[in-house]
Each structure stands twice: as structure tokens, then as C-alpha cells.
């Protein structure tokens, strides 16, 4: 299994050049899979890049990808109408989150409605299919190649987590989410036990988040415990703050190394592969 980050920001795109080092676009992961298979992890402006990559790699074949949303806020969803492969129509993408499919149907399609974009979301050529990830402890994608274990985080309007398994391992995704909540923060601690890797809401550091309580985000310290407490393989610091810097995030690195060697910050257009 490979994880690629393509948007590792958090909020909005920070296309400036003291940022560029670990990369402006918003949330957007790929996970390819051992049997050939790719899966999204939100649409962020990070998904404009991969939708041109896939395109490449498929050489003329059509897409056939899923998508699991985390949440539907801007920095999550602004990348997918630059999505190419959602204009062929011998493409096939799958929307998954775990709010009812006719709702997220309706959110997505509310981003492309006039005045806001050209283009309505009904008119993309791809077919288009919801799925709700909801009412069970798992669910199988990918002709049964990933196994997927929802959770909900403690973010604003609410967010969700995944635990996704493939050929014995583990990565965990645990973004837009703010520690504080005992009942929360046990979830993400029993679904990422044992994980190979946990990408982590790392928005803020420890100072700024004592003025930012409520935000819905978290800190690299916090990230840092709960690594430790499910006994992970590999941290990996994300969602990073539209104001932190190349120079700002080595500092963060330095910080959480002293605590817990397993630790990396995202970058995109880096991979973790398992
Ligand atoms: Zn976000
Ligand atoms: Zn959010």
C-alpha cells in the first residue's frame, strides 16, 4: 500500500513561497492499493493535481476510484469540480461518507449551483454513485481489497475518521478534530491501536491552541500521546495552519522528535508506503 499527500493544508490554500516547501493545497490523499486499486480521502485543491496524474497513469482506460470524505468543509471539497476524470463519462467515481448519500449528493452539489461555478455538479459526464459508511463497524471496498472503520471526530458540524485496513495493514486518518472530549478522544485511541500510520490534525502548536479551543483542531503534542498510547508505527503531522511556514513546521518536527522518534510532518507530493 503507497499513501500520497496532495493537499496537506488545512482552511484554504497557501500558494506562497515561505509554504511551498511542504506544499499549499488543501486536503487531498491517495492510497493505492497492493491489487491496483486507488482510493481519495477528501477533495481538497489537492485533488486537482491527482485527477491530471490519474488521468496519465491510466493511459487512455477509464478511472474506476472511491472517495471517502472526512467532512464537507471548503478546504475538503474546493478541489473536486477541478476533479478531471469527473468530466468522462467512461469514468466511474464512488462518494462515501457517513452522512446520508442524498445529502452529501446535495452538498456537493451545492458548491456548483450558480452563481458559484460554471458547471452543475448533474452535468459532470463520470457516473457518480453515494454510498453512506454508516450503521456498521466496517465496510469492504475495492472488490474487497480495503476494509474501512468509520469514527467521529469532535469537529464543528462534525467529522469523521477512518481506519482502513489492506493486506494487514493499517493507516489511520484522523483529521478535523479536536482532543478535549474523553468518549472522542478513547475512539480515536481504540481505532488507531496498532496502526502502521496515523495522520494526525496537527493545526496547532500547544500555545496557539490554548487560544484556539474550539477551533476544531489539534495539536502535534496531543498527536504526539495518542501515537504513543495505541502503540503506532509512524505519526504523521497534517492539516497544517494556513500561517505556518516551511521554517514554522521544521520547527514543529524538531519539537515532536524530542518526544516520539516515529514522526514525520506531510508534504505533498510525498508518499508513505506500507
Ligand atoms: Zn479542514
Ligand atoms: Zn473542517
Known amino acids: 500500500m503507497e499513501l500520497k499527500f496532495w493537499g496537506v493544508r488545512g482552511s484554504i490554500p497557501t500558494p506562497a513561497p515561505e509554504n511551498l516547501g511542504f506544499g499549499g493545497n488543501t486536503t487531498c490523499l491517495e492510497l493505492r492499493l497492493g491489487n ?8 481538497g485543491t489537492g485533488a ?12 487512455g482506460k477509464s478511472i ?10 471548503w478546504d475538503h471539497i474546493q478541489g473536486i469540480p477541478f476533479f478531471a476524470p469527473l468530466y468522462s463519462p467512461s469514468n466511474h467515481v464512488r462518494f462515501h461518507t457517513t ?9 456537493l452539489e451545492g458548491q456548483m449551483t450558480h452563481p458559484y461555478f460554471p458547471v452543475g455538479f448533474d452535468l459532470l459526464a463520470a457516473k457518480r454513485d453515494f454510498s453512506t459508511l454508516a450503521g456498521s463497524p466496517s465496510h469492504t471496498l475495492c472488490n474487497g481489497g ?6 467521529p471526530l469532535n469537529h464543528p458540524q462534525g467529522a469523521s475518521g477512518y481506519r482502513l485496513e489492506s493486506n494487514g495493514a493499517v493507516i489511520v486518518h484522523a ?17 488507531s491501536e496498532g496502526a502502521d500510520v496515523l495522520v494526525y490534525d496537527a493545526q496547532f502548536t500547544p500555545e496557539e491552541y490554548e487560544i484556539k ?3 476544531g483542531h489539534s495539536t502535534w503534542l496531543e498527536g504526539v500521546k495518542v501515537a504513543k498510547d495505541a502503540g ?39 508518499s508513505v508506503i506500507l
Not at 99 to 107: F, L, V, Y
Open 36 to 43: 491496483g486499486e486507488v482510493v481519495l480521502i477528501d477533495g
Open 48 to 59: 486537482r493535481k491527482l485527477g491530471l496524474d490519474l488521468i496519465q497513469r491510466a493511459e
Open 64 to 73: 474506476d476510484i472511491d472517495i471517502l470524505m472526512t467532512h464537507f468543509h
Open 99 to 107: 452522512k446520508a448519500a442524498s445529502e452529501a449528493k446535495n452538498i
Open 146 to 151: 480495503l476494509k474501512v472503520y468509520p469514527f
Open 175 to 191: 483529521c478535523d478534530h479536536e482532543h478535549g472530549d474523553p468518549s472522542l478522544d478513547h475512539v480515536i485511541r481504540t481505532h
Open 213 to 215: 479551543k474550539g477551533w
Open 232 to 270: 503506532v508505527k509512524q505519526l504523521v503531522l497534517a492539516h497544517h495552519d494556513p500561517s505556518h511556514t516551511d521554517e514554522f513546521l521544521r520547527a514543529v518536527l524538531d519539537s515532536a522528535r524530542q518526544q516520539f522518534d516515529q514522526v514525520i510532518i506531510a508534504r505533498e507530493g510525498s
